[in-house]
């Protein structure tokens, strides 16, 4: 079984619609306990769920968006 996801806009295919919340975040680049998960409504849409845990296991659906949200330390510059 094939499922598609979106990352930050980017389309990836899983194997399985059981993965990991940090397994997601790397997809989108981004390095899990410094990132945050949201599920939203649609490409655009409002988030639905926000998931910090990088660990958790969550099952996704086909078609579902993601973004990542950066929450790690702030370096001033």
Same mark, same amino acid.
């Not at 993601?66 to 370096?75: D, S, V």
């Given at each position: 079984m094939k499922i598609v996801?979106?990352?930050n806009g980017? /389309?990836?295919d899983l194997p399985?619609?059981?993965t990991t919340v940090g397994d997601l975040i790397k997809l989108g680049k981004?390095? &899990?306990g410094q990132y945050d998960l949201e599920e939203r409504k649609g490409e655009r849409g &409002?988030? *639905?769920h926000t998931y910090s845990d990088p660990n958790q296991? *969550?099952?996704v659906h086909d078609g579902e968006h993601?973004?990542? /949200?950066?929450?790690?330390? *702030?370096?001033p510059s």
């Open positions: 996801v979106f990352v980017e /389309k990836f399985s619609d059981q981004g390095i &899990p &409002p988030v *639905i296991t *969550i099952r993601f973004t990542t /949200k950066y929450t790690g330390p *702030i370096n």
